[in-house]
């Protein structure tokens, strides 16, 4: 029901009256049709439990000062925004349609937005209205109380020539305030049954865009009996044809005379073909100019409107009078091109000159001109003729001059002794002819357009393709409708909502680090075993855009290889899969760089900086280990990784597969939609950012007090920001809630992250192990009770005491302590940092008792931890009992005690 707001808006509306029709009365509030007044709205029906109720709504925009009345009368109605055009079936009173009866509805509801086309109303939006059929009809925004009457006459004229029998057009619809079915809700006319059931609203229009009608093309309706709108003529409309052989083919009867202006060629027609007249001689002619434009006139009045458009409608151009483009000619059938002083022939390019013509060299010509956006570099593919063989190379501009053109020679361009000024003059003039085909290297947002396999814009047409040499695949495949089934039966009730809102968050943040310079990248860490579909998620995400296979790399990529991937990307998701497959120890440096959105400054082999470059988008990684494990914690990368851990994304491993094979099957249409949908909403840029400061507000209450909250929740906002923008494109509804828990936990996580980065908390772990195996630990005057229980010893010096644990009992307890870290990065940190003793290179400290050696983990620790008593909090150690439990303590030397 949120989209019917949103048509509002888009069309200009700003407020809109609700009404419920309920048994115990009427309920009826106003309502903004601004992203904050949907979700009021959303809260609204939710609160008192209306959303399955038929719910009525107000399409014309009101007075500001009327909106504090509880219902809007025509006089509370400042402009007219749209026209309804309303076929109801005709049945008993107070019944629902039957499925035969709505057809009928349908099909002349047809008939009416056909005969509108007809009549220049460029803007149509067609919906279903439970029971019948609604045509919505935008209008330049016009005075209410003006237009009421010609509201009417309209609507009779409709009546008049479309209702039937079984399918009225409602006349009654004219007056400004009148109300219309909030699409999305329940139309329950009587009792449901299976003849006549209840029904669903809805905007049937999908791709609407914010054009709206004149509405002098009422006022022109109203005036012509026939209800057609006379054209004027202009000099403009015209095609190119050989007009002879045109008529000729339809044995069309004429007469040729020469007209007044030079080169132009009158064909009088004996019979108009277009009409019949009380005067059919001489009443109409075609014009040819000397470059062959033709046109059409009728001389008669009722018919002068006519041009050479309607001809063709009528008459096709046949084939032999079809005038190609003149290259086109040349490479699809040899036909000689003449251009300036040059022809081009199958056997060669030739000049003329006042002393003859003579062959400069084999045919070549440009077929393609392209210009790469970034760089505004041209590129053409040329075509020669090579012996026998056409062979074809893309060339650069910089190649037609003379030294360049030369050393095409060695791709077997056949280039004559001083012949290439002239072929390069021809080029160049052959290339200017030809349309120029837009490519670009960068995606995701430039401006106010969004870049992927083409490029989309809201505010005009623009011709862009990604270049062929991209290291992406954006190419779409497949169909929305497919992808829509399986988002319905297997992602909605499950954590790929939450993917969802990630996989679209690129494209959001990408608009808005276009007004927070501080927005750069999202981060997100997703950790987890190998059982929770981690994988399928990053698939899942990364096929909204394109091939996953081209969007998703490993960590064992170089980091070269991954930045280049991200290079000019702003808003289109990448995934890194499996940590654990990378050999580096520290990636720092590289997650920095991507989770701050820029390259770091390199120098060239001159000794000069390069160019650094930037992107804004959403990267996701997966691993069963945390990323903090490979990173050197400091505030700056803390607050940029948003870690999700033990999430179950998928339901089963064969929901697993299918949603793989699915997205895999239809990718790229879902991002093509979500953009241009994105696109049509009114003002959508402040949308974006109205439901992002929204979120932050919301996340601001949710989330706990913590030094790095502002600048967690400044990214955590993007995602649930970008879970309304989806509950406002597209036909279902993610669960917000939950995805706010989820949210929750992912900050509670990062922030537990950042506080366990410090050496005092690995201290702390450290004591903490000591005191769970102290009294298995041999030390002089300690007796074990249970010897079997042995896992190494500690003795005191000097104020200290040095610790020795068995390394699998120890690997084993640390593991306790971070579940979702590695250990041997855990244990290479305690290294670094000095906190755990090493030998010879090793990680360990070997320890002999009784002559027996045995492989631990030494470290130090205060001797004001012996005060405290042994933690039972984990299950002691047994890794050493085979070795060690026939070790009679009374037996050991004091030197193996201490």
Known sequence: MLHFLNLLETFGVTNTNIRIIKEKGITTKNFKTDSVGRLEFKEWLETNKLSNKTIFGTFNQPYLESLSKKTLSDKDIEDRHFIMIDFDPIREKSTSSTKEEKEKALNIANNVCQFLKEHQFESLITCDSGNGYHILIPITPISATETTEDVGRFLKLLAEKFSTTEVEVDTTVKN?????????????????????????????????????????????????????????????????????????????????????????????????????????????????????????????????????????????????????????????????????????????LFKHTDKGSYKISEPLYIEKSRRIKETNESQYLLKYLSGSEWLEKWIGGEQLISNEFKKLNKFSVQIPPRAEADMIDFLIKQANQLSVEHYHNSIGWEGNSFLMNHAYSSTSEVNSTLDDSSLLDLEVNGTLGNWLDMVTNEVLGTDLELALSIGFSSVIIGKLSQTYPDLSTLFISIEGDSTTGKSSSQ??????????????????????????????????????????????????????????????????????????????????????????????????????????????????????????????????????????????????????????????????????????????????????????????????????????ENLNTSYLSAVNLSEFSDDLTYEEVLTNIFLEYKSSLLHKGNYLQNPNRFVGRFKEIKGQIKVNIAMADFEQSLKLYYPNSEVRYLIKKMIDRGLILTENGRNTKRIHISGTHFTTYEYMLSKEVLQFGNSQSLVMGTTNLQKISSININDLEDDELL
């Open 176 to 348: 400004p305030s009148r109300l219309t079915k909030v699409y999305g809700c329940f139309a329950t006319k009587g009792e449901s049954t299976e003849d006549r059931p209840h029904r669903k609203s809805s905007i049937l229009t999908k791709n609407y865009s914010a054009v709206t009608n004149d509405f002098k093309l009422v006022s022109q309706l109203l005036e012509e009996s026939d209800f057609q709108e006379k054209k004027q003529v202009t000099s403009k409309t015209f095609v190119r044809a050989y007009t002879k052989k045109w008529l000729d083919f339809y044995k069309i009867e004429y007469r040729i005379q020469q007209g007044d202006v030079p080169g132009m060629t009158l064909f009088i027609l004996k019979n108009c073909p277009l009409a019949v007249h009380s005067n059919n001689q001489s009443g109409a002619t075609i014009q040819q100019t000397a470059d062959n434009k033709v046109r059409f006139s009728c001389l008669h009045e009722s018919h002068s409107y006519l041009t050479i458009k309607d001809f063709q409608q009528k008459y096709p151009i046949p084939e032999e009078a079809f005038i190609q483009n003149s290259i086109e000619s040349f490479h699809n059938e040899r036909i000689d091109f003449n251009l300036e002083s040059y022809t081009l022939k199958k056997d060669g």
């Open 539 to 740: 698939m899942f995400m990364t096929s909204l855009y394109g091939s996953y296979l081209s969007l998703m790399d490993t960590w064992n990529s170089t980091p070269y290889s991954i930045l280049a991937k991200v290079e000019r990307n702003n808003g289109v998701l990448y995934a890194l899969d499996e940590l654990g497959s990378c050999n580096q120890s520290n990636l720092t440096n590289l997650i920095y760089q991507l989770a701050t959105g820029r390259s770091r400054l390199r120098l060239n082999k001159d000794a000069q900086l390069k160019e650094t470059f930037r992107f804004s988008t959403t990267i996701v990684s997966s691993s069963e280990i945390s990323l903090k494990d490979r990173t050197t914690s400091f505030q700056g990368i803390d607050a940029r990784i948003l870690p999700f851990r033990q999430i179950q994304w998928t339901k089963s491993a064969e929901s697993s597969e299918r949603i793989k094979k699915i997205s895999h099957a239809n990718r790229g249409c879902p991002a093509v939609y979500f953009v241009s949908r994105l696109m049509e909403i009114s003002k959508y840029e402040k949308v974006i950012i109205d439901y992002y400061e929204l979120a932050k507000d919301k996340l601001s209450t949710l989330f706990k007090q913590n030094q790095l909250k502002g600048r967690l929740i400044a990214q955590y906002a993007v995602i649930l920001g970008t879970s309304y923008l989806i509950n406002d494109i597209f036909p279902f509804e993610l669960d917000i809630l939950k995805i706010q």
